[in-house]
């Protein structure tokens, strides 16, 4: 699947990087392009649910629907658009490191384009979305080492 797969090292155990990670409304907090998280469904998330999810990109704003098409706690998750000109495909995984105080957090990104998302998945997207996600990850870390997460 993955057109982009980034890893980080975090000092906190599988189960509470999960619960922060399954949450969707954190999305705002770490992931940069983030503007506007709205969930469809009850929360937690569970096979079905489903987010949407408004990103920017450049100076347009492009909403898309994502549904959890599969959930492991705490060791991952899946999600996949379902809507929109650009739709994300994102695998989660958390393994523990050591004594389970560690963890390693992976994601597997892809993207397909619909309409104008043709043009924009390989012009635009992969690009952001590759220079994007380490800064997301460090800033994934750094929220949850510091304990504000």
Same mark, same amino acid.
């Given at each position: 699947m993955?057109?982009?797969?980034?890893?980080?090292?975090?000092s906190r155990r599988p189960e509470d990087i999960y619960s922060y990670l399954i949450d969707p409304t954190h999305l705002i907090e770490w992931q940069e392009s983030v503007v506007a998280v709205r969930p469809l469904d009850e929360m937690p998330m569970t096979v079905g649910s489903r987010v949407v999810v408004t990103r920017?990109?450049?100076?347009? @704003?492009? +909403?898309m629907t994502m549904e959890v098409?599969?959930?492991d706690p705490p060791h991952g998750w899946h999600l996949r658009?379902?809507?929109g000109p650009v739709r994300s495909e994102v695998q989660g995984t958390i393994e523990p490191l050591g004594d389970g105080e560690r963890s390693r957090v992976t994601i597997?990104?892809?993207?397909?384009?619909?309409?104008?998302g043709k043009l924009l998945v390989?012009?635009?997207v992969r690009r952001k979305a590759r220079k @994007?996600? +380490?800064r997301d990850e460090h800033r994934l870390k750094e929220l949850l080492e510091s304990g504000a997460a």
């Open positions: 993955s057109a982009i797969k980034e890893s980080v090292d975090i920017r990109m450049g100076t347009r @704003e492009f +909403p098409t599969d959930i658009g379902i809507d597997d990104l892809d993207f397909e384009g619909h309409g104008m390989p012009l635009v @994007e996600m +380490p």
